[in-house]
């Protein structure tokens, strides 16, 4: 069994910076790639940015140069550094990974940039 457990959302004003971060329990963490989501009200959930096992980083072009994710394996988390912020980045944030054949998903942690 996975939890995953974000917190760090907020309101912040427009040019503000947040930082999410994501607990995982499970000693699998080391060994999954982890992803940030998110979803606007009335919008679908968007991959927001993705870092593997090793490292490596994908990002949607939305927030490319803004935000930066990493992780911390020997805590366990997954960190989201969000500069620059936007009012169109206002959403519900979700940490997640997937262990065949489950999505796993944590509860979410709302942002709201104000104009």
């Known amino acids: 069994q996975v939890q995953l457990v974000e917190s760090g959302g907020g309101l912040v004003q427009t040019g503000g910076s947040l930082t999410l971060s994501c607990a995982a329990s499970g000693s699998i963490f080391s060994i999954n790639a982890m992803d940030w989501y998110r979803q606007a009200p009335g919008k679908q959930r968007e991959l927001v940015a993705a870092?593997?096992?090793?490292?490596?980083?994908n990002y949607a072009a939305s927030v490319k140069g803004r935000f930066t994710v990493s992780r911390d394996n020997a805590k366990n988390t997954v960190h989201l550094q969000m500069n620059s912020l936007k009012p169109e980045d206002t959403a519900v944030y979700y940490c997640h990974t997937f262990i065949w054949p489950i999505n796993y998903w944590g509860q979410g942690t709302q942002v709201t940039v104000s104009s």
């Open positions: 870092i593997s096992n090793a490292g490596s980083t």
